[in-house]
């Protein structure tokens, strides 16, 4: 097992001498062995380590079991411990997601401010062959890619390190074991509260009927699967620097250079330039690369598709641009009398405004369309520019609002806010066109005479 596991170190190059390593210690048998093991290859390497672990305040009596463990066995095989006590259940309803998310997003951020504590430059974690075929499983039931596929890297980013991923759990415990090293044991794992759990306890055994090494299968596949992954974003990384203009604010690739590559080059080298750009892919999935594919083949210059993450993508007559800073056309200012009937057109945004009478009061409001009691006009109808101190009674709402808190929570940018009409009768907004009307002009039983005002682009 050390042999296995110091080739294994060797082959990826994930320690050289004076490396300082922060040791993710759980008490559970991944994280002892890995911990053992380090500790065994400590003075051969030139390595130091600083064993951190983290009480994600899910499990009560048994997590703090898990803590005391963790800092005797520290304290016996004389390493410095580093604790840190979480409420992952309260950042989760807090933070929108869900536990075991935001237990990983706690337990890396507690990993890297012992780093920054310790002057370390390592991460490593217990993560062994079974953890990576359930990885490549989740991430095929998900819809992976190549990337997928390759699961668990041995070694990313020059910082985290997976040393035992050529090992698999069975193998762990019987090291433990033939050690006669003690660890704990979490309960909930065999659970199937979460997918990563039911991948683990149900679907891994079943498969495992059709092929009893599936686990050293899968693990091979995400090999492969690396290797290749690897070449691509090398080959690729080299395609975007000769086809495309970077700065901090946008990449721009040569139209020339991009349409005539492979479809699965291209989709790969626009990855690519988007994570260049935001430092992730986050919410970007294969239909949204595909859309930018087909907005570089098919559209005309001038033509946007918005993305998640506040970014853009546009078409140029040379160049596809990736920008998260799209500049918005200026918008001449307006202040235009409406008649009823009649319309307005701004011709800035393409937009025109109608104003007719109509009859009945069991009428639908939506977005572009919406209905007023005419008695309730007290002035000259225009549609304008939005304007300091501007308020308005949101439909279904009692109080006024602020123009500017009610773009706020719609999510409405700023430099996209002027492009915005008003309907308004003098100064009172009745409608924020295409958004939302104001209460106090709504239609009632009472209603007799009712005015629609309808736009469209």
Same mark, same amino acid.
């Given at each position: 097992?050390?042999?296995?596991?110091?080739?294994?170190?060797?082959?990826?190059?994930?320690?050289?001498?004076?490396?300082?390593?922060?040791? &993710?210690?759980?008490?559970?048998?991944?994280?002892?062995?890995?911990?053992? @093991?380090?500790?065994?290859?400590?003075?051969?390497?030139?390595?130091?380590?600083?064993? #951190?672990?983290?009480?994600?305040?899910?499990?009560?009596?048994?997590?703090?079991?898990?803590?005391?463990?963790?800092?005797?066995?520290?304290?016996?095989?004389? *390493?410095?411990?580093?604790?840190?006590?979480?409420?992952?259940?309260?950042? =989760?309803?807090?933070?929108?997601?869900?536990?075991?998310?935001?237990?990983?997003?706690?337990?890396?951020?507690?990993?890297?401010?012992? *780093?920054?504590?310790?002057?370390?430059?390592?991460? /490593?974690?217990?993560?062994?062959?079974?953890?990576?075929?359930?990885?490549?499983?989740?991430?095929? %039931?998900?819809?992976? &890619?190549?990337? +997928?596929?390759?699961?668990?890297?041995?070694?990313?980013?020059?910082?985290? $390190?997976?040393?035992?991923?050529?090992?698999? !759990?069975?193998?762990?415990?019987?090291?433990?074991?033939?050690?006669?090293?003690?660890?704990?044991?979490?309960?909930?794992? /065999?659970?199937?509260?979460?997918?990563?759990?039911? %991948?683990?306890?149900?679907?891994?055994?079943?498969?495992?009927?059709?092929?009893?090494? $599936?686990?050293?299968?899968?693990?091979?596949? #995400?090999?492969?699967?690396?290797?290749?992954?690897?070449?691509?974003?090398?080959?690729?990384?080299?395609?975007?620097?000769?086809?495309?203009?970077?700065?901090?604010?946008?990449?721009?690739?040569?139209?020339?250079?991009?349409?005539?590559?492979?479809?699965?080059?291209?989709?790969?080298?626009?990855?690519? =330039?988007?994570?260049?750009? !935001? &430092?992730?892919?986050?919410?970007?999935?294969?239909?949204? %690369?595909?859309? @930018?594919?087909?907005? /570089?083949?098919?559209?005309?210059?001038?033509?946007? $598709?918005?993305?998640?993450?506040?970014?853009?993508?546009?078409? +140029?007559?040379?160049?596809?641009?990736?920008?998260?800073?799209?500049?918005?056309?200026?918008?001449?200012?307006?202040?235009?009398?409406?008649?009823?009937?009649?319309?307005? %057109?701004?011709?800035?945004?393409? *937009?025109?405004?109608? #104003?007719?009478?109509?009859?009945? #009061?069991? @009428?639908?409001?939506?977005?572009?369309?919406?209905?007023?009691?005419?008695?309730?006009?007290?002035?000259?109808?225009?549609? !304008?520019?939005?304007?300091?101190?501007?308020?308005?009674?949101?439909? +279904? *709402?009692?109080? !006024?609002?602020?123009?500017?808190?009610?773009?706020?929570?719609?999510?409405?940018?700023?430099?996209?806010?002027?492009?915005?009409?008003?309907?308004?009768?003098?100064?009172?907004?009745?409608?924020?066109? +295409?958004?939302?009307?104001?209460?106090?002009?709504?239609?009632?039983?009472?209603?007799?005479?009712?005015?629609?005002?309808?736009?469209?682009?």
């Amino acid at each position: 097992m050390l042999n296995k596991v110091g080739s294994y170190i060797k082959k990826h190059n994930m320690l050289k001498k004076g490396d300082r390593v922060v040791v &993710g210690l759980s008490g559970g048998a991944d994280s002892v062995a890995l911990l053992h @093991i380090l500790k065994a290859y400590r003075k051969s390497l030139g390595i130091e380590l600083f064993p #951190a672990h983290i009480n994600h305040g899910l499990r009560g009596k048994e997590a703090d079991e898990d803590q005391e463990f963790s800092r005797q066995l520290c304290q016996r095989w004389d *390493m410095d411990f580093h604790m840190h006590r979480s409420d992952v259940s309260a950042l =989760a309803a807090e933070w929108k997601k869900s536990e075991e998310e935001t237990g990983r997003i706690v337990r890396y951020d507690f990993y890297n401010e012992v *780093m920054r504590k310790t002057s370390s430059n390592k991460i /490593a974690t217990g993560h062994h062959k079974d953890d990576q075929a359930e990885t490549v499983l989740h991430n095929i %039931i998900r819809g992976a &890619g190549t990337e +997928g596929l390759a699961g668990i890297k041995p070694f990313r980013d020059e910082k985290y $390190i997976r040393p035992l991923l050529c090992v698999t !759990r069975c193998e762990v415990e019987d090291y433990l074991k033939g050690k006669g090293l003690a660890y704990q044991i979490d309960v909930t794992n /065999a659970e199937s509260d979460y997918t990563r759990n039911r %991948i683990r306890n149900e679907l891994l055994p079943k498969i495992e009927e059709y092929n009893p090494s $599936i686990v050293d299968s899968l693990s091979r596949l #995400a090999s492969i699967a690396l290797e290749e992954d690897d070449f691509l974003t090398q080959y690729c990384s080299r395609l975007l620097r000769e086809g495309s203009t970077t700065t901090q604010e946008f990449v721009d690739i040569n139209l020339d250079f991009l349409l005539p590559l492979h479809k699965g080059l291209q989709k790969r080298l626009l990855r690519l =330039a988007i994570k260049g750009l !935001r &430092g992730d892919l986050k919410g970007i999935s294969y239909t949204h %690369i595909q859309d @930018i594919v087909g907005l /570089a083949i098919t559209s005309e210059p001038g033509s946007v $598709i918005t993305l998640p993450g506040g970014l853009y993508a546009k078409v +140029g007559y040379k160049h596809l641009r990736i920008t998260d800073k799209l500049p918005q056309p200026k918008i001449d200012y307006f202040d235009v009398p409406l008649d009823i009937p009649g319309k307005v %057109i701004i011709g800035d945004m393409g *937009m025109t405004i109608c #104003a007719q009478e109509v009859e009945g #009061a069991s @009428i639908k409001y939506s977005d572009d369309c919406i209905y007023v009691d005419r008695v309730k006009i007290s002035g000259g109808l225009k549609v !304008r520019q939005r304007k300091n101190g501007d308020r308005f009674k949101p439909l +279904g *709402m009692k109080g !006024r609002k602020k123009l500017k808190d009610y773009f706020i929570d719609k999510k409405i940018p700023k430099d996209q806010r002027d492009s915005v009409p008003l309907l308004a009768d003098d100064d009172n907004i009745i409608w924020v066109v +295409g958004y939302q009307m104001n209460d106090d002009y709504k239609l009632t039983n009472e209603t007799k005479d009712s005015i629609k005002f309808s736009f469209w682009r």
